[in-house]
Nanobody, 119 residues
Framework: VQLQASGGGLVQPGGSLRLSCVAS????????MGWYRQAPGNERELVAD???????NYADSVKGRATISRDNAKNTVYLQMNTLRPEDTAVYYC??????????????WGQGTQVTVSS
């Protein structure tokens, strides 16, 4: 299973962006998918995640500014972030809890996409 993230870049404060992450390979089922981020000198932290049934969870720092969604038919998770702040600058990693076949379950990570919020 591979996760391919895209959509990062340079954004001005107050701007928006949408991250996408698609899972490919041998997939029987995907449970939770989500986004984490890591800024220089900081630990990786959860931004938001979403279950297969659509229940979502957000870090306090992004509540009201971020929306996570997923397309189960496309094995894809999205993160829409609005009103971006310089402190949102980080490498964003997508994550998926995948059952490649019945009875197996593994966590997979994408390669990371850089988001820089700066004027």
């Amino acid at each position: 299973v591979q996760l391919q993230a895209s959509g990062g870049g340079l954004v001005q404060p107050g701007g928006s962006l949408r991250l996408s992450c698609v899972a490919s390979g041998t997939i029987f089922n995907i449970n939770t998918m989500g986004w984490y981020r890591q800024a220089p000198g900081n630990e990786r932290e959860l931004v938001a995640d979403i279950t297969g049934g659509g229940s979502s969870n957000y870090a306090d720092s992004v509540k009201g500014r971020a929306t996570i969604s997923r397309d189960n038919a496309k094995n894809t998770v999205y993160l829409q972030m609005n009103t971006l702040r310089p402190e949102d600058t980080a490498v964003y990693y997508c994550y998926a809890d995948v059952q490649p076949w019945r009875g197996a379950r593994y966590a997979y990570w994408g390669q990371g996409t850089q988001v820089t919020v700066s004027s």
